[in-house]
């Protein structure tokens, strides 16, 4: 990573922790990273942390987080501010809740449940127009890769969920090769590099300079306390979203430890 980007380490709860579960996990969240010993903030020497709960458990974990140093966000959202549209949730929803971020065409939401390219850039639009930062999800199949389409694949996803957005629109991009998700097989950091170069030329040749530059690039997949320092390490991985290793304090903290220790070895 660049040192002009702060690393942000976020967890994708997924279908896990209800609202108990949830708030008492946002409060032991609260007590290892938001604050220092004497209760200050430190940034620069700690990655920022975000944790998506799912939806019914937001408002716990926006009762616990709200004002904090740790964001949160909503898994999903629809494109449309309200209306006949059952079982969805509106962005304006989620900014009410004081959400920060949202995901938006995570593989799970494209495969399981029929999200395409032109959902993604509605939503993508939608959250940025209700003060939400979008984090789009992008990557290849393991048959893709093989097939070496990777960068094909990347550039369609891109193309087409970022037609129409502002160059200054603040986002985030998370690479998730499909073939690492839940699986344990994590790309090398080597393969993790590749492509987010390709995502940041991309970004700095499609949407601007600045735009490329200040944009974050999560790496997400089998993501562990192990392996994120070496995927850190690639100049243009930002940090990581964090699907099983989020659920556990242990394996969290390790991971935004992995984090701090490479930031703090910068200093
Ligand atoms: P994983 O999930 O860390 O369990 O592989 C990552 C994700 O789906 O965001």
Redesign the pocket.
Known sequence: MSQARIPLVAG?W?MHKGPAEARRFAEELLGEFAKDRTGTPVPGHRPDVAVFPPFTSLPAVAQTLRGTAIAYGGQNCHWESKGAFTGEVAPAFLAELGCRYVLVG???RRTLFGETDETCRKKLLAAVAAGIEPVL?CGETLTEREAGRTFEVLERQLRAALAGLASTASLTI?Y?PVW????GRTATPAQAGEAHRFIRNWLVRELSPAAGGRTRLLY????KPDNFGELLRQPDVDGA??????LELASFRGIVGAATSYLTGLI
């Open positions: 994708n997924k995570h593989s799970e999800c998370a998730e690492a998700i839940g699986t997400g997949g089998s993501v979203l964090v699907g099983g290793a989020s």
